[in-house]
Each structure stands twice: as C-alpha cells, then as structure tokens.
C-alpha cells in the first residue's frame, strides 16, 4: 500500500500560523475493510475560514484539535472501495483534510460530505472553486441574505477573492451595479476585465472612500464583506436606506493578536434602517444542486469565470496556506498534490 | 399677549452639553393668521435621541441649526385657532421643540405632526411616554425588526427607560421571557415588580455576562439594545442561532468625545447566522394607530404600566436633559411645563 503524508495541527497559532505550528507525518494506508471508501486526494481547497477552524472556542464547528489531521476540502479520486455507493475511478468531493489519502468509514460519509462530483460541468479545481464552497458561498450569501434587486449597487470586498468571483459575477448577472474593493492594480484589473465587474476600488492606492463615492454615485445597497476592519468600517458610511451587509468573514482579523476591532460605525446601521447579517454556507447543503446548476450554465453561456490559483506540493502547505493571509494569491487558492 | 419662553441651541455640544450650549430666549406670541394654530405646551419629552439632533452631519433628520429652538416632542392644548382641523381646548402631541408655546402655519402641520390626542385613552404624560414616540418605538421595534415567537429570549438594555418599559411589556405580552438590563437595584426592582419583566441584570453590580448566563439559560433570542458600547458586546456573545438584535440606540456612545465603540463581537452574527438591524420610528407612522390601540387597551386591562419621571419647569430644562446621560431618571423623562 502507498503511504499517506498528513499535515497535523501541532499548535495553536499565535497571530499568522508558523510552520512550527504543524507537523508533517507519515501513515501506511490501509485497505478498505466493510463500507469505506478510500480516496485519493488530489486538489485541496485552501480558504480563510481554516485559520479560525485552529483556534480554540465556541464557533459554527467545532475546532480542529491538536494533533488532528487539518481540516480541508478537497477533490480526488476513488482508488479503492467496499461501499456500494461508490465505485473505483469516481471523482469525488468532500471534507478530506489536507493529506494524501482520505479513508471514509460508512458512518462518516455524512461528516466528510462525500458526493460524486461530474466533470462534464467543470473541472476538478473549478468543483473548489465556484461549483464548490466558494461559489455556494457566493450564491448564497448574495441571494438568500443580500436580496439583490435589480438596479442596485452592490459592493464586495475581496472581489478578487473565492467568494468575491462569484458574489460580482452573480450580481452582474441579477441586474446589479458591481464595484469590487481588492489590494492592488493586478487584482483590480482582473476584477474588472475578466469579472466583469463596473469598477475595482485599489484600497491599497489611495482613499477607499473617495473611491466609493466615485464608483457608487447612487450610495452602497448591498455590502459583501469578506475582510472586516477598516473597510467594513468606511463602507457603513457610504450605505443606503434599507442597505444589507452580508457577513460572510473577516480576514483582516484571523490573525489579530489583539482584540478584534468592532465596526466603530455601526450606528449607521440604525441611522439608514439597515441590517448586517451573519452567513454560514453549511445551511444552504441542501440547496447546493441548484446553485451548481446555475453556475455551470453561466459558465458554458460564457457569462462566468471561475479563476484558480494553483499551487503544487503537499509540502508547501504551511507556506502557501499563509498566501491568503498576505494577500498573494490571486483568485481560489488551491493545493495541487496529485494528478 | 403671554411670552413664551425658548431654549435655542447656541453652540454643538462636546461631550454632554453644558449650560453654555444653550440660550434661553424669550418672544412675544403672535395671535394665529389665517390657517394657524396656537398650542399652548404643557409637557415635553426628552429623549436620548435629542443629543443626536445637537450634533453636526448626515443623519435621519437634519441637525438642530445654531440658533434655533430645540427639536422635541410635546403635548399641549390649542388656545387659539384661525384652522379648521382645530378647535380651541383640544388637547394635541407634536414636535413643539422647548418652548412654552407654539404656533404652527397651515404648512407645518405636517412637519410638526401636530395631531389630536384622546385623553381617554392615556393621561398627557402616557401620550409621550407609551402611547408617544416611545411607546411606538418599542413597539415596531419589537415585533417588526425583533420578530419575537413565543418562548423565545428577548434581553433589553435600558429596561426602565422610555422604550425598554414598552419593548419588555410587549414581549412579555406576546409569550417570551423578558430579561432587562438596567442600573442599580431601584430600577432592576421597578423592571421585575412594575414592569413585569422576568429578570433584570444590574450592569452595575457584578458581572453582565455570569448575569446572561443565569437568566437565559437557552441563550438570547433577541436583543432590543438603547445603549451600545460594552453592554451590546457582552450581549454578543451570549446570542442563539438566528438571533436578532435591534439597534434602536447607543445612549453610551451620545456623548463621547473619543471615536463610537464598535461592536468587537460582531462576528458572533457570522457564528450564528444571526442579524442586527436598526430601526427609526417615523418609518412607521402610518401605523401608529393601531400600536396606539394595543397598547391603551393593555393598559385598560392592567397588563401594561406607563411609568413617567415628570420633572417642572422649563427653566430646568439644560440640567434636566442630562439625567437621562447620567442615568438618574426612571422611567420616561418628562418636562411639565404648564398645567
């Protein structure tokens, strides 16, 4: 049998992880015995909601416990099974952790969210990306909590991001202003010209408000938030009557060692009978079949792209996990660790 | 013709307005023209809102202008009228601002929200207070934005103010456990003896969050927040999936002269999917009818108490105002002016 190389949480990170905070191990894997699965990995799903999954505490999961394989979406293959439900060569998706080989139990097949995924609506790292968590997020988020109407404007921090690619292009598609907010000229001239969104505020290059008040001349009805802090807080000031804010995450803040800092602007909330609501994709499960059926169809009518930055090597992990952080990576950012 | 009496904004308040901020002038009444109507004011409400008003920029309503009289509600008694829509001795409620009389143009009748008032239904102090801007408040708050099912949690902050004397009466009404928040025994007992509510958290003797624990064991539903700051953090933390947390004021936050406290929970909305929403009253005005119905008839029927802190004579009016900052009135404010 092949050996399974593993990342395991070795510590709980103080501020950005380091690679002391993990560690590499190295596990024979087993045959399957009565109802499992085994699954060869071979993309993972690399997102900002890790870094809070390794800290300790109350959340919307448990989280990952010390010494545990890391938490991890990905997408592989079937390579041996003893379950009925699936067979040898079907490509599959699912909570796999980030590790070589994924042995799924009959009972954990619920947990681990395994499901068949087909190739004929996108590839395998399309499947992570807007047929996959992102892209439901997106959706979701967007639709079920934004209420998009058409017309309005709506703005999205991250755009260049996971989620952001989907939530613009979805809004585009509804009737929607689209004005994404990312860190530098190369985000930004993606977000507009591959995206298509209407503009791409730099908040790198100058003033994030002057920009919104160039780009949203009709006010902010819709916020997306991907990164908390300083953004979330100017764009309060910019929203409109009956505005919504979409909490989908804070990435400005996973890696705080001090408090995290609270939307000093909320009181606009009340001022502009607005609302700001929290959004776990978890909840949509059920309804993940329509949402890939729309995407799919947007992406063969060529109204949608899904853009992926792939890096290769299970032993990259630590380091390239810390792109997102740094803001490097450019579109999803995926771990290739097998063809 | 009678003087009548004004307090005018002479300067914008840093911090809590000082005896300087005002100027109190005096002019003669005119007799009514064609189309106006005298009301002769004989109470006023003060409200946390009006520190709001005091302050300069972007809000619901515009800013009280240098120089002009102060914005309030009141209650008072037409003495003169040239209108048909008033006879003199009707007994009327509108923005009078601080002053002892006011005439309204035919105009205005509108923009003052001049409107007759049933004295069988309330006394004048209960128009200002539960059948007034405060009643209404907590009223549409609640079962609007709040959307209380029965058995659920509600926790309200300034529980023995104004609105939390509405807001925990309704819910109780409507079959939730009511949980208040206010300072120092007298109020906590007024909020469990008058006002009924389950439980009340003095924020000012030991911990708020041991106090959360212990009277929402199956956490906090909704939370109907008048004060912001360190209350609604803590509170933050102690909410259920799907809650909702109305923000109809930060009365903590009216007089800082350092920038607002934002929420550093906030992302407990994301955890648990929860919203937080704000609400302006005015928005529902054409429904203040029927909240008026309800209420009077609760309190016919011994369910609902009207409880009013009356303070006399307008010239008390700049050191009046500020008990409610210091939290030393209890129950609404209320200035009588005349009989």
Redesign the interface.
């Given at each position: 049998m092949p050996s399974n190389r593993q990342f395991r949480l070795a510590a709980r990170p103080v501020g950005l992880p380091k690679h002391s905070d993990w560690k590499l191990t190295t596990e024979a894997v087993a045959d399957p015995a009565d109802g499992q699965v085994l699954v060869k990995v071979l993309q993972l799903s690399l997102d900002p909601a890790m870094r809070g999954w390794m800290n300790e505490g109350?959340?919307?999961i448990p989280p990952v416990g010390i010494g545990e394989v890391m938490r991890a979406g990905g997408v592989g293959k079937v390579v041996a099974s003893k379950n009925p439900k699936f067979s040898v060569g079907d490509h599959v998706a699912g909570g796999f952790g980030i590790q070589e080989y994924c042995l799924v139990d009959a009972k954990d097949l619920a947990r681990v969210g395994l499901h068949p995924i087909d190739l004929r609506l996108g590839t395998l790292q399309q499947w992570l990306n807007a047929l996959g968590m992102p892209g439901m997020t997106g959706y979701f988020g967007l639709l079920d909590i934004g209420q998009p109407k058409a017309g309005e404007t709506v703005v999205v921090s991250g755009a260049a991001g996971a989620v952001g690619q989907t939530v613009g292009q979805v809004a585009r598609i509804k009737g929607c202003r689209t004005v994404g907010i990312a860190g530098g000229k190369a985000k930004c001239d993606f977000v507009v010209q591959e995206l298509k969104y209407d503009a791409c505020i730099d908040y790198k290059d100058g003033s994030l408000k002057d920009g919104l008040k160039a780009h949203c001349p009709k006010g902010v009805d819709i916020y997306f938030d991907n990164v908390?802090g300083e953004i979330l807080?100017t764009v309060l000031t910019r929203i409109n009557r009956g505005a919504r804010i979409v909490?989908?995450?804070?990435i400005s803040?996973y890696n705080n060692t001090t408090?995290?800092?609270?939307?000093?602007?909320?009181?606009?909330?009340?001022?502009?009978?607005?609302?700001?609501?929290?959004?776990?994709v978890f909840?949509y499960a059920d309804r993940y079949g329509v949402a890939v059926k729309d995407i799919a169809q947007w992406m063969k009518e060529g109204k949608f792209v899904s853009r992926e930055d792939v890096v290769e090597g299970i032993d990259t992990f630590p380091d390239t996990l810390n792109r997102l952080f740094s803001g490097e990576n450019f579109g999803k950012l995926v771990l290739k660790i097998a063809d």
């Open positions: 109350r959340s919307y908390g807080d909490i989908c995450g804070a803040q408090p995290v800092k609270g939307p000093a602007n909320y009181l606009s909330l009340l001022v502009n009978r607005a609302r700001m609501q929290g959004m776990v909840d």
